[in-house]
C-alpha cells in the first residue's frame, strides 16, 4: 500500500472527481454494447476475481503466521507483495493524469519511488529484519523507553486510520455501478465485509497470495496497455506533434516548471517518500515476514525498480493517450479511458478486475499490519488460534468502513495531514538503527518539534500556499537538528 501524495494533484481535477468518472466508466464498459460483449467482460471480471481471492484463501493457526507469515517469505512474494503494496487506484490515476498533461517529464513523478525506496533500501531494510518484531514502533521501545514507544504507535494507528477511510470510500465509488440506486454505505459495508473474508482466515499470508496474483497480471496489463499505446501514438504523429521536442530532448528540466508537473511538488514528494516510508508499518511487516535480510535487502531494491517501471510505464501509456487524439476535460481519467478503448472485450473486464483488486488487497494489508502493531505495542496478542488478533482486525475494518462513510470528503481535503506525524519520527528511527549517541530526550524533542511544525506550516500557510514545501523542505532538517543537538546535550540513560 502507498503513503497518500501530499496535497491536491496540481491541476483543475480532484482525485473524487476521477473516482466518480472510473464509475460511470466502469458502468458503460460492462453494462453498454452488445450482449456478447458484455458477457465477456463481465465473466472475464468475475473470473480474474475468483483467481485472485480463490487463491488467497488460507487459515493461519498461529500468531506468526497471521502477522507475519512464520517469517518465511522468500525473494518473489515479498517482492510481488511489496510492489503491490504500492500499486492502488489513487497513485495510479494520479501518476497517469501527469503523463498525459506533462507527457514524458511525468517519469518524474514514478522516480519518487525509485529514489524513496532505494533510501530504504539503503538505510533500513537490513535493519528492520535484523530487529525482527511485529510492529516498527517496538524500535522506539526498545532503544528509546516504552512511552516514546507506544506514543508512535498511536501517531502511526491514527495516520492508517484516515488512510484507511480513503481506500473504503473509494472501493465504494468504484463498485458502485454495479448495485446502481444503493446508498453507498451499503456498498462499502458490503465490500468491507468481502475483505475481512479474505483477511481474517490467514492475515499476512492471504495479502501476500493475494498480492502474487495481482502482480502476475499487473505484469501483462501495464506492459500491454505501453505497447498499444505507442502503436495508436507513432500511428498519430508520436510525442512530437502533441510535446514540445525541445523540451523533450533539448532541455527538459524546463518542463519541471510545468504547471501539471511543478517542481516544488515532485521535490516535496521525493523529500516526503524518502523519511516516511522508512517508518511505514505495511512495510515493516513484511520485511520482518522475509526469511532472511538478505532476502529482505534484494526485495525493496527490486521492488525499488518495478514500481517505478510500472507506474512509468502508466505515465507514458497516458501520454500515447494524448498523442492519439483522446481528449479528456479532467486527466485522471486516462488509465479507464485505456482500458475502455485500447483493450478488446473481456480483456476490458479483466483490466478493471485487476484495478479493484489492487485496492482490496491494499486495504487488507493496511489491517493485518494495524492489527501486528496493537498485537506489539499494546500486549494484545491472542493464543494459538489467533483470535484476538482477528477481532483486532474486525475493529478497525468497522473503524475504516465508519470513516469512510461518514468523514472520507473531509479526510480526501486533509490527506496530507496523517503524513506529519510519520515525518516527525523520521530522525528517531534512523538514529535508533545508526546513531548510538542518540537519547531518549532528542528522540523526543525530535518528534514534538516535527509535529508542531508540520502542523503549524498547515494552518499558517495553507494549501492555497503550497505548506508542504516549507514542511518538508525545512521541517525535516530542523527535525534532525533538533533531535542531534538534544542528544548531545543530554545523557543516554544507561
Given at each position: 500500500?502507498?503513503?497518500?501524495?501530499?496535497?491536491?494533484?496540481?491541476?483543475?481535477?480532484?482525485?473524487?472527481?476521477?473516482?466518480?468518472?472510473?464509475?460511470?466508466?466502469?458502468?458503460?464498459?460492462?453494462?453498454?454494447?452488445?450482449?456478447?460483449?458484455?458477457?465477456?467482460?463481465?465473466?472475464?471480471?468475475?473470473?480474474?476475481?475468483?483467481?485472485?481471492?480463490?487463491?488467497?484463501?488460507?487459515?493461519?493457526?498461529?500468531?506468526?503466521?497471521?502477522?507475519?507469515?512464520?517469517?518465511?517469505?522468500?525473494?518473489?512474494?515479498?517482492?510481488?507483495?511489496?510492489?503491490?503494496t504500492e500499486f492502488n487506484t489513487s497513485t495510479?490515476?494520479?501518476?497517469?493524469?501527469?503523463?498525459?498533461?506533462?507527457?514524458?517529464?511525468?517519469?518524474?513523478?514514478?522516480?519518487?519511488?525509485?529514489?524513496?525506496?532505494?533510501?530504504?533500501?539503503?538505510?533500513?531494510?537490513?535493519?528492520?529484519?535484523?530487529?525482527?518484531?511485529?510492529?516498527?514502533?517496538?524500535?522506539?521501545?526498545?532503544?528509546?523507553?516504552?512511552?516514546?514507544?507506544?506514543?508512535?504507535?498511536?501517531?502511526?494507528?491514527?495516520?492508517?486510520?484516515?488512510?484507511?477511510?480513503?481506500?473504503?470510500?473509494?472501493?465504494?465509488?468504484?463498485?458502485?455501478?454495479?448495485?446502481?440506486?444503493?446508498?453507498?454505505?451499503?456498498?462499502?459495508g458490503l465490500l468491507t465485509l468481502v475483505v475481512?473474508?479474505?483477511?481474517?482466515?490467514?492475515?499476512?499470508?492471504?495479502?501476500?497470495?493475494?498480492?502474487?496474483?495481482?502482480?502476475?497480471?499487473?505484469?501483462?496489463?501495464?506492459?500491454?496497455?505501453?505497447?498499444?499505446?505507442?502503436?495508436?501514438?507513432?500511428?498519430?504523429?508520436?510525442?512530437?506533434?502533441?510535446?514540445?521536442?525541445?523540451?523533450?530532448?533539448?532541455?527538459?528540466?524546463?518542463?519541471?516548471?510545468?504547471?501539471?508537473?511543478?517542481?516544488?511538488?515532485?521535490?516535496?514528494?521525493?523529500?516526503?517518500?524518502?523519511?516516511?516510508?522508512?517508518?511505514?508499518?505495511?512495510?515493516?511487516?513484511?520485511?520482518?515476514?522475509?526469511?532472511?535480510?538478505?532476502?529482505?535487502?534484494?526485495?525493496?531494491?527490486?521492488?525499488?525498480?518495478?514500481?517505478?517501471?510500472?507506474?512509468?510505464?502508466?505515465?507514458?501509456?497516458?501520454?500515447?493517450?494524448?498523442?492519439?487524439?483522446?481528449?479528456?476535460?479532467?486527466?485522471?481519467?486516462?488509465?479507464?479511458?485505456?482500458?475502455?478503448?485500447?483493450?478488446?472485450?473481456?480483456?476490458?473486464?479483466?483490466?478493471?478486475?485487476?484495478?479493484?483488486?489492487?485496492?482490496?488487497?491494499?486495504?487488507?494489508?493496511?489491517?493485518?499490519?494495524?492489527?501486528?502493531?496493537?498485537?506489539?505495542?499494546?500486549?494484545?496478542?491472542?493464543?494459538?488460534?489467533?483470535?484476538?488478533?482477528?477481532?483486532?482486525?474486525?475493529?478497525?475494518?468497522?473503524?475504516?468502513?465508519?470513516?469512510?462513510?461518514?468523514?472520507?470528503?473531509?479526510?480526501?481535503?486533509?490527506?496530507?495531514?496523517?503524513?506529519?506525524?510519520?515525518?516527525?519520527?523520521?530522525?528517531?528511527?534512523?538514529?535508533?538503527?545508526?546513531?548510538?549517541?542518540?537519547?531518549?530526550?532528542?528522540?523526543?524533542?525530535?518528534?514534538?518539534?516535527?509535529?508542531?511544525?508540520?502542523?503549524?506550516?498547515?494552518?499558517?500557510?495553507?494549501?492555497?500556499?503550497?505548506?508542504?514545501?516549507?514542511?518538508?523542505?525545512?521541517?525535516?532538517?530542523?527535525?534532525?537538528?533538533?533531535?542531534?543537538?538534544?542528544?548531545?546535550?543530554?545523557?543516554?540513560?544507561?
Amino acid at each position: 500500500m502507498r503513503h497518500a501524495c501530499p496535497g491536491e494533484w496540481p491541476g483543475d481535477g480532484r482525485k473524487a472527481r476521477a473516482d466518480n468518472f472510473v464509475k460511470h466508466q466502469l458502468w458503460y464498459c460492462l453494462s453498454a454494447g452488445d450482449s456478447v460483449t458484455n458477457l465477456l467482460d463481465l465473466a472475464a471480471f468475475g473470473g480474474v476475481l475468483a483467481v485472485v481471492l480463490g487463491g488467497a484463501f488460507h487459515r493461519s493457526r498461529g500468531d506468526d503466521a497471521f502477522l507475519v507469515a512464520n517469517r518465511q517469505l522468500t525473494l518473489f512474494p515479498l517482492v510481488a507483495t511489496l510492489v503491490m503494496t504500492e500499486f492502488n487506484t489513487s497513485t495510479l490515476l494520479a501518476f497517469s493524469a501527469a503523463g498525459y498533461a506533462a507527457g514524458p517529464m511525468a517519469l518524474a513523478l514514478p522516480l519518487v519511488f525509485l529514489v524513496g525506496l532505494a533510501f530504504y533500501t539503503a538505510t533500513v531494510a537490513r535493519q528492520w529484519k535484523r530487529f525482527d518484531r511485529l510492529s516498527v514502533a517496538e524500535l522506539f521501545s526498545s532503544r528509546y523507553s516504552s512511552a516514546l514507544g507506544r506514543f508512535a504507535s498511536i501517531l502511526l494507528l491514527l495516520a492508517m486510520l484516515g488512510f484507511g477511510a480513503t481506500y473504503v470510500k473509494s472501493l465504494g465509488l468504484l463498485f458502485s455501478p454495479f448495485v446502481p440506486g444503493w446508498p453507498l454505505w451499503l456498498t462499502t459495508g458490503l465490500l468491507t465485509l468481502v475483505v475481512l473474508a479474505v483477511a481474517l482466515p490467514g492475515g499476512l499470508v492471504s495479502v501476500v497470495r493475494s498480492d502474487v496474483s495481482a502482480f502476475v497480471l499487473t505484469l501483462i496489463l501495464v506492459p500491454a496497455l505501453l505497447a498499444l499505446g505507442i502503436w495508436h501514438g507513432t500511428a498519430a504523429g508520436g510525442m512530437a506533434s502533441v510535446f514540445d521536442a525541445s523540451q523533450l530532448t533539448v532541455n527538459p528540466i524546463a518542463q519541471w516548471n510545468h504547471p501539471a508537473l511543478p517542481f516544488r511538488f515532485v521535490t516535496t514528494l521525493i523529500a516526503l517518500t524518502c523519511f516516511t516510508y522508512i517508518a511505514a508499518p505495511w512495510y515493516g511487516q513484511k520485511i520482518f515476514a522475509a526469511r532472511d535480510e538478505r532476502t529482505a535487502f534484494r526485495a525493496v531494491a527490486w521492488a525499488a525498480v518495478l514500481v517505478f517501471v510500472l507506474y512509468g510505464g502508466l505515465a507514458l501509456a497516458a501520454a500515447y493517450l494524448r498523442v492519439s487524439g483522446v481528449a479528456l476535460d479532467d486527466p485522471q481519467r486516462a488509465v479507464p479511458m485505456m482500458v475502455t478503448t485500447w483493450l478488446p472485450s473481456g480483456a476490458r473486464g479483466a483490466g478493471f478486475a485487476l484495478l479493484f483488486a489492487a485496492a482490496l488487497t491494499t486495504l487488507a494489508g493496511v489491517w493485518t499490519a494495524m492489527g501486528a502493531m496493537v498485537a506489539a505495542d499494546f500486549g494484545w496478542r491472542g493464543g494459538r488460534h489467533v483470535r484476538r488478533q482477528r477481532q483486532v482486525v474486525a475493529a478497525f475494518a468497522l473503524l475504516h468502513w465508519l470513516g469512510g462513510a461518514t468523514l472520507v470528503d473531509n479526510i480526501l481535503d486533509r490527506l496530507i495531514l496523517a503524513n506529519i506525524p510519520v515525518v516527525a519520527l523520521s530522525f528517531a528511527l534512523l538514529a535508533g538503527f545508526h546513531w548510538p549517541r542518540a537519547t531518549t530526550a532528542g528522540a523526543w524533542a525530535s518528534v514534538i518539534v516535527g509535529c508542531v511544525w508540520g502542523v503549524g506550516c498547515f494552518a499558517v500557510v495553507g494549501e492555497a500556499g503550497g505548506y508542504t514545501w516549507p514542511w518538508a523542505m525545512y521541517g525535516i532538517p530542523l527535525i534532525f537538528a533538533t533531535g542531534v543537538f538534544t542528544s548531545l546535550m543530554t545523557r543516554r540513560a544507561p
